[in-house]
Nanobody
Framework: QVQLVESGGGLVQAGGSLRLSCAASGSIFRTNTMGWYRQALGKQRDLVARITNGGSTNYADSVKGRFTISRDNVKNTVILQMNDLKPEDTAVYYC?????????WGQGTQVTVSS
């Protein structure tokens, strides 16, 4: 019913920037929340940022001031602009969609930040 396709992951040096994109397709409701979670080695999957269809955002404290989440409701696409990346940002980043009490996940994209 729903597919989330991520792109933009890769390797970047500390202090650099990376832009992640996630396009949702299928049966997408107008009212939904999209966001990004990440899971580093040895850690649980945690929220990075999320945004509602109305534009309300939430960020993890660790990324505030560095990351910016945005979306295009026509394209059903969510963007995560990551600036001033740090080695501790290294993780698999997962696109997430919540609609009608159902959670959908992308396949994950690796982000590696070298020192």
């Amino acid at each position: 019913q729903v597919q989330l396709v991520e792109s933009g992951g890769g390797l970047v040096q500390a202090g650099g920037s990376l832009r992640l994109s996630c396009a949702a397709s299928g049966s997408i409701f107008r009212t939904n929340t999209m966001g990004w979670y990440r899971q580093a080695l040895g850690k649980q999957r945690d929220l990075v940022a999320r945004i509602t269809n109305g534009g309300s955002t939430n960020y993890a404290d660790s990324v505030k001031g560095r990351f910016t989440i945005s979306r295009d409701n026509v394209k059903n696409t969510v963007i995560l602009q990551m600036n001033d990346l740090k080695p501790e940002d290294t993780a698999v980043y997962y696109c997430h969609l919540l609609q009608n009490y159902f959670n959908y996940w992308g396949q994950g994209t690796q982000v590696t930040v070298s020192s």
